[in-house]
């Protein structure tokens, strides 16, 4: 049954449920092939008409609108600050950067069309005009009062602590997404241009991409935090974000934190693993590798700079030099929202001048408070609670002529914010959440000075450069910044006797912190992050068209299916064309995963599994085998009703050629010895691991954690992989991890070897195979892909003609096999077709021979 949450964005997004007027279409068009180009075969030539260009996709554009009240004409200008347009120093000097967002007025629909001409000539903007009533519930809504405090960790367990999911907003979501796809399709040309998407309000934007566009290149950046698992599986459109991203090619994070929460959102609701490969992170997905990008930000060191070096600032500083003289600046920048952890910060000052008498009168905490990005009740009950408590802090600790806590509550511009970081001994950001916050960036390059600054504070240009930070640990800069003072917000205490270490701290410590922290931010700006994940998009996408691609599921299920050219879906067609036309059959099934479902809790086979064998198998034609890892009584006992199916137990150590036969044992090893030393490790493992458990078989020991948690079950794997090979080095045996399992068995014994024992005895007798049909989903059935396939190009085979060689791999992923079945479903129907080809020969032969016997 489908759930609520998953419905189809057609409807969603232009269906009659919002009803919202469609937005102009008249920006032209630069595309070169229409519609979705998965039709293009791997091996074709790309188009490339055009030169590449980088669409940058942002809620908001980098621009300051105005409207002049007398004429009614627009007025526009970049934006200086924004971070979208400070990246594109990062990017070539040829490359072409047009922008995607939403402007931050409203545009009257009668100027939507020239407002949008405009932005696309002069600026390369292409604004999305959002109807007011779609932007108060996406934005305001869906983004900042649900989306926004769950990724800062706060539920919405009643209505004084956040909004309860409402649909309507969350349609509100997917059709304002919708809109800023329509918007990049319109300037896309899909061959070349390069998709970077911004931040948490267009997580399924790339869905919409991807569905029309299937090789589109596209990279996502969080810019917020990550929230863990056991906050964002609250989310009840959880899993259609989760695929959403993945849609992507490259999602980027700030830490490694958050790519770890989504990594394991990702393995805990949709089973996926990922693998650490020369550095890079991947998650397979659907024959796509996603790639996970952990870089944070930085800051654009040329505009800092020059304001550093602009007389506003050098005057500003002067003024406030001169207003704090004599007195030491603590300083804090925040916005105005209940996650930034103000009002801790003022009772770590309050306790702070509580405990350091001798303080009063020579510190002052400036606190400037920038305007809030959401409205609600949490930001002004907020802003009530700094302003009480400064005013409590003011009334117990000032006296005339001095205020601990000095209040600046308005728009700052960015000068004064600069002539404020030069001069603060110490800056403390003490947010119980971010993304990122570039504030101690800023505040440790101000630091460092310039020229002008130094001339206008009388400071000589040769003077030792200090600077102190007093960070929280839950921000996305601390990892980064290992030279400050990192603390626990919620823990008054220990933040006050940060504020007292960084005040007193010796000055030469001072200077050895501040130029390790300068030398890594002045390094790392954001022309670096944006040169880096431009790079890291580019190596991502390299193989887009050496691949097949299909668009498979609906809604914001929607995927794309990636294959390798020479790896398609075995049709039953093809192969019963081949099955019918020969007649010495190899067919080797594994059992777990082939023929029973991996998750089934029975493990037996069923009715119709054990018939459709027992049909193959008496056909005269056909040699059958079950190669399976599994101990050889269990199957024995379950396919005791298969007279002539051949058995191969334990990855091949045992093999039995039909019901009459014995079991023969491989003559590679006789010695178990190891085992005394491979046990006591499992037990361990399996005693400090909730849901795993060990299987002792005659010639190997399998560890399984398929009912353990997920990540601990996976970490606690490949601990005990490594736990394995180093005790067992000297050993004849080889540790393997498989799926939920980590297996150690003798060396050289492998389904391959069943394989290659097979077929060679079929030589012998002078029946060399036509027909070789090989299925299995696991790593270790890759041994009999390759087998079959060096067996079957070996000059004895030859000889006798090229035999038809179907190995099939049960799911799209990675395989030496050149075919894939979807689930055991299709292998059962497969195997039914044959069989039932089989019996159809064999009525129409007996027929015959009873008619000649008649006419006889």
């Excluded at 911004?198 to 990550?226: N, Q």
């Excluded at 103000?342 to 606190?367: F, N």
């Excluded at 410590?509 to 030398?519: G, I, N």
């Excluded at 996408?541 to 390798?564: E, M, Q, V």
Aim: hydrophobic share 40%; proline share 5%; glycine share 6%.
């Amino acid at each position: 049954m489908l759930s609520r949450s998953c419905i189809s964005l057609l409807e969603l997004a232009s269906g009659d449920i919002l009803n919202f007027p469609q937005t102009p279409r008249n920006l032209p068009r630069v595309m070169t092939v229409q519609g979705i180009i998965s039709d293009l075969d791997g091996d074709s030539e790309v188009p490339s008409e055009c030169c590449e260009k980088k669409i940058i996709v942002a809620n908001f554009l980098p621009l300051h609108a105005q409207k002049e009240s007398e004429s009614g004409k627009w007025s526009f200008s970049f934006d200086e600050d924004s971070l979208q347009l400070q990246l594109k120093d990062g990017f070539s000097s040829g490359s072409e950067v047009i922008y995607v967002g939403s402007l931050k007025v409203d545009v009257d629909a009668s100027e939507q069309e020239e407002v949008s001409q405009k932005l696309l000539e002069e600026f390369n903007c292409v604004p999305t005009f959002l109807p007011p009533d779609l932007q108060k519930k996406f934005y305001h809504g869906f983004c900042k009062q649900y989306l926004w405090p769950l990724f800062h960790y706060m539920l919405p367990m009643c209505q004084e602590h956040g909004n309860h999911f409402d649909r309507q907003f969350w349609q509100a979501y997917v059709s304002a997404n919708k809109i800023f796809a329509d918007k990049v399709m319109e300037v896309i040309n899909p061959e070349e241009d390069y998709v970077w998407v911004h931040d948490y309000h267009l997580m399924i934007l790339p869905t919409f991409l991807r569905k029309r566009f299937t090789r589109v290149k596209l990279g996502f950046f969080l810019h917020s935090p990550f929230p863990s698992s056991e906050i964002y599986r609250t989310l009840p459109i959880r899993d259609e974000i989760l695929r959403a991203l993945l849609n992507a090619d490259l999602i980027g994070f700030h830490t490694f934190d958050y790519a770890r929460h989504f990594l394991s959102c990702c393995s805990r609701m949709l089973g996926l693993d990922y693998e650490s490969k020369r550095g890079y992170i991947g998650l397979e997905y659907f024959g796509r590798t996603v790639y996970i990008k952990i870089l944070p930000v930085g800051i654009h060191m040329g505009r800092l700079r020059s304001a550093l070096n602009g007389s506003s600032s050098c005057m500003k500083a002067k003024d406030i030099q001169e207003q704090f003289k004599g007195k030491k600046l603590i300083l804090g920048v925040d916005d105005m929202d209940l996650f930034k952890g103000i009002s801790l910060k003022l009772l770590a000052m309050e306790q702070l001048l509580q405990q350091h008498p001798e303080l009063r009168g020579k510190i002052v905490l400036v606190q400037i408070l920038n305007p809030a990005r959401s409205t609600g009740k949490d930001v002004q009950e907020a802003k009530r609670e700094t302003y009480s408590t400064s005013k409590r802090i003011n009334e117990i600790f000032g006296f005339p002529g001095y205020d601990p806590v000095v209040l600046i509550d308005r728009n700052v511009p960015l000068h004064e914010k600069t002539a404020y970081y030069t001069l603060a001994e110490c800056c403390i950001v003490n947010a119980v959440r971010d993304g990122m916050n570039l504030i101690p960036y800023k505040y440790i390059v101000c630091r460092q000075g310039s020229p002008k600054m130094d001339e206008a504070l009388e400071i000589s240009s040769n003077a030792p450069r200090i600077s102190t930070l007093v960070v929280s640990e839950f921000i996305g800069c601390s990892p980064s910044l290992s030279g400050a003072i990192r603390v626990n917000p919620w823990d008054i205490d220990a933040v006050a006797d940060a504020l007292n270490s960084a005040i007193t701290m010796p000055n030469m410590e001072k200077q050895l912190r501040h130029e390790k922290h300068y030398r890594y931010v002045s390094s790392h700006d954001v022309a670096y992050w944006a040169c880096s994940f431009i790079q890291d998009l580019e190596r991502a996408c390299k193989d887009h068209y050496s691949k097949r691609c299909w668009g498979i599921g609906f809604g914001l299920s929607f995927r794309i299916l990636s294959l390798s050219p020479s790896f398609r879906k075995l049709s039953i067609d093809h192969i019963l064309s081949a099955y019918k036309r020969t007649n010495r059959r190899a067919i080797f099934l594994d059992y777990d995963g082939t023929v029973v479902p991996q998750t089934s809790i029975v493990k037996t086979p069923s009715p119709e599994v054990i018939s459709v064998l027992n049909n193959l198998c008496n056909d005269p034609k056909n040699t059958v085998f079950i190669v399976s890892g599994r101990g050889q009584n269990s199957l024995s006992d379950w396919f005791s009703q298969c007279e002539n199916l051949g058995i191969a137990a334990e990855h091949g150590y045992f093999i039995r050629w039909n019901k009459t036969s014995s079991w023969e044992t491989s003559t590679l090893m006789a010695d178990f010895d190891w085992k005394r030393i491979a046990e006591p490790v499992m037990k361990q493992y399996t005693e400090a691991t909730d849901g795993s458990s060990i299987e002792i078989k005659e010639s190997a020991l399998v560890w399984h954690h398929q009912d353990a948690d997920p990540d601990f079950g996976s970490c606690q794997s490949m601990e005990l992989l490594d736990h394995l090979e180093n005790v067992l080095a000297n050993e004849p045996v080889v540790v393997k991890r498989g799926q939920h399992i980590v297996e150690v068995k003798p060396q050289g014994v492998t389904k391959g070897l069943v394989a290659e024992k097979v077929l060679s005895m079929m030589i012998k007798k002078g029946k060399p195979v036509d027909f070789v049909m090989c299925i299995g989903d696991d790593r270790s059935d890759e041994d009999m892909f390759e087998s079959i396939s060096s067996i079957a190009s070996s000059s004895t085979l030859q000889a006798q003609g090229v035999p038809e060689i179907f190995a099939c791999t049960v799911g799209q992923k990675p395989s030496k096999a050149r075919y894939y079945l979807d689930d055991t479903a299709d292998v059962l129907m497969l195997l039914q077709g044959l069989a039932a080809a089989s019996s159809l020969k064999s009525r129409c032969i007996t027929e015959t021979q009873v008619s000649f016997e008649n006419v006889v």
